[in-house]
């Protein structure tokens, strides 16, 4: 297992517009793909990683929704598709690895019923809520190359990029 680089918005913009593409089998060179996306968003820390994320266009996503002193619960979803949202939205203050230390609030689906494969290749059928619901809401959109930020007003997500931009060239 290895923690690879995220790629970020300052500099892989295109890459994480991209849209991923759909696995064709749940076999061992994706499990190894998810053990390195597990290690990488548990090192950034995060709380969910896509595949694009460290440059690889899969539908694939990784999550660990454990609260501080819990046991690590890991979660892998391959070929994620929503089945159904609920009409009742909330806002939640959003992050992204991809756009480190923006924060701001979007309003998604309360629930959503979601099918994927799991890490094994079984096919699970799932409600979301809460934070759960937020966060596969959110890494479901960079399968489609879309960001939190993309949900801003444009004034917002430019300066997001700008920021990003800023604190990269400072680093360097
Ligand atoms: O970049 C990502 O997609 C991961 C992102 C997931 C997410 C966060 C909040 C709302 C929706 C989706 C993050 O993990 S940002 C970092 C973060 O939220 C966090 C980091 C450490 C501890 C707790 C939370
Ligand atoms: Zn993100």
Known sequence: MS????????????VLKQK?????????????????????????????????????P???????????GEPPQPRYFVNPEILWRS??????EEGC????????EVERAARVRVRYLNYQGAEIEEEAEGLFAVCIQHEMDHLEGVLFIDHLS???????????????????
Not at 3 to 14: E, K, Q, Y
Not at 21 to 36: G, T
Not at 97 to 104: G, K, Q, T
Request: aromatic letters at 4%; glycine letters at 4%; proline letters at 5%.
């Open 3 to 14: 923690v690879r680089p995220i790629l970020t918005v300052d500099s892989d913009l295109a």
């Open 20 to 56: 991923s593409l759909p696995v064709e089998r749940v076999d061992d060179d994706l499990r190894r793909l998810m053990d390195d996306m597990l290690e990488t968003m548990y090192a950034a820390p995060g709380i969910g990683l896509a595949a694009i994320q460290i440059g690889e």
């Open 58 to 68: 899969k539908r694939v996503i990784v999550m660990d929704l454990a609260r501080e």
């Open 87 to 92: 009409e009742e939205t909330v806002p939640y």
């Open 97 to 104: 690895l991809s756009v480190p230390e923006i924060y701001d």
């Open 154 to 172: 444009r004034l917002k997500r430019e300066r997001a990029i700008k920021t990003v931009r800023k604190a990269a060239k400072q680093a360097a």
